[in-house]
């Protein structure tokens, strides 16, 4: 039976590190050698200042590093991020000063090897890091999600496809959520994280997983030796079911979902976590799914004034739905597939979801013919 320990904690507590060492060492600690490479999975999405809760907080990242350390062990922190230098991620988070004098590596995940993650995937593109590392420890952060509802721990392995091959990813899936759940899930069997740690103490809200979200302090700091158990403890703790999150069912449907899940600690009730707008892109027959994406999906709009027109959004947009039109934005939206890429990159919170009209006289009728008792 899988495990998650949950603990009330805080960045600044300097109960955090005995927190994180307590978890580590209840979990597996005594695998970890001397020279052990361990490779740490953070969440490094763009640029960003912890104050925003777009990132895995540094003081988590310290004191998973320090564990390794003591252990002996030989530690690389690597991502691939979606946007913004490698670099630059580690000023703004703060995550190179928090390191600073520590024996650990910071490197961005730079070469891929062919991978079999099976079917209907085949082979695809992961980081050579993630597969020569000795362990895998994954540091999500918890997030809303426009395309995916949350993004957890099974989804922060994603950022093992390096670069622009993610964006290729999206597009390949992205007409579809639940293609690209499976794929998810896929990809994290494969890194298959011995450990994943969730930060939660400033999660994220409203339309994640950037700079559209809201940050909302809950102190939560979660470990489990399985991300899937991680990803069905959060959804609980925010009040909805487990398979409201896309990569819980079709993890269950693989027969990878573990069963009971045995909580230690205090799992607290969120009240009124505001969770993105999230549409299906796939119901209905064949014939109308192409009708029911461009018509009665929310679609990404910019917010004339606080775009810049930096061209984040239109450069990592797989489906080249997004151009500049003067000092506006124009969306192609029988292009566009949905993914919501731009809404993550996007440099200034200036992209969010909306309904369209179509859609909106849709949701009122389905929402009429559940309250009425009839199927919809
Ligand atoms: S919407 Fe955001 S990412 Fe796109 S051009 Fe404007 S500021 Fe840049
Ligand atoms: S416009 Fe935005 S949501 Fe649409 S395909 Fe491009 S990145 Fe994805």
Redo the contacts with the bound molecule.
């Keep these: 039976m899988p495990r998650v320990i949950v603990k009330r904690s805080s960045y600044h507590d300097d109960k955090l590190r005995s927190h994180i060492f307590e978890m580590m060492a209840s979990l597996g600690g005594e695998n970890i050698k001397a020279g052990t490479r361990v490779l740490v999975k953070p969440n490094f999405l763009s640029p960003a200042s912890p104050d925003e809760a777009l990132l895995t907080h540094p003081a988590v990242i310290k004191a998973v590093s320090e564990y390794l350390l003591q252990k002996r062990a030989r530690v690389t922190i690597s991502d691939s991020s979606a946007l913004g230098s490698f670099e630059k991620i580690l000023k703004d988070n703060g995550v190179r000063d928090a390191l600073a004098g520590l024996d650990v590596g910071l490197a961005e995940f730079r070469t891929s090897v062919k991978v079999d993650i099976g079917d209907p995937f085949g082979r695809i593109d992961m980081a050579e890091e993630v597969l020569g590392a000795d362990m895998v420890i994954n540091l999500p952060k918890l997030k809303t999600h426009s395309q995916m509802l949350l993004t957890l721990g099974v989804k922060n392995c994603f950022g093992c496809i390096v670069g622009f091959r993610k964006a290729e990813w999206h597009m390949r899936t992205g007409v579809n959520h639940e293609m690209f759940a499976r794929l998810l899930v896929q990809i994290h069997q494969v890194v298959n994280p011995c450990l994943t740690i969730l930060d939660g103490i400033i999660a994220l809200e409203g339309q994640g997983p950037g700079r559209g979200g809201i940050p909302r302090h809950l102190g939560v700091l979660m470990a489990s030796d399985s991300a899937l158990a991680i990803d069905a403890t959060v959804c609980r703790m925010l009040g909805i079911e487990p398979e409201d999150l896309l990569t819980n069912r079709v993890a269950r449907q693989m027969g990878l979902m573990p069963g009971p899940i045995d909580v230690e600690g205090v799992l607290p009730r969120i009240e009124n976590f505001k969770m993105p707008g999230v549409t299906s892109l796939v119901y209905g027959p064949k014939p109308v799914q192409g009708f029911v994406r461009r018509h009665l999906t929310r679609r990404p709009v910019?917010?004339e004034s606080?775009?810049?027109?930096?061209?984040?959004?239109?450069t990592?947009c797989p489906a080249r739905a997004?151009e500049?039109a003067g000092t506006k934005?124009r969306f192609d939206y029988d292009k566009c597939i949905r993914c919501y890429c731009?809404i993550e990159?996007?440099?200034?919170?200036?992209?969010r979801t909306t309904e369209s009209l179509p859609a909106k006289l849709f949701r009122k009728v389905i929402q009429k013919r559940d309250s009425s008792g009839r199927p919809a």
């Design positions: 910019a917010d606080l775009c810049e027109l930096c061209g984040d959004c239109w990592f997004i500049e934005l731009c990159v996007c440099p200034k919170g200036a992209l």
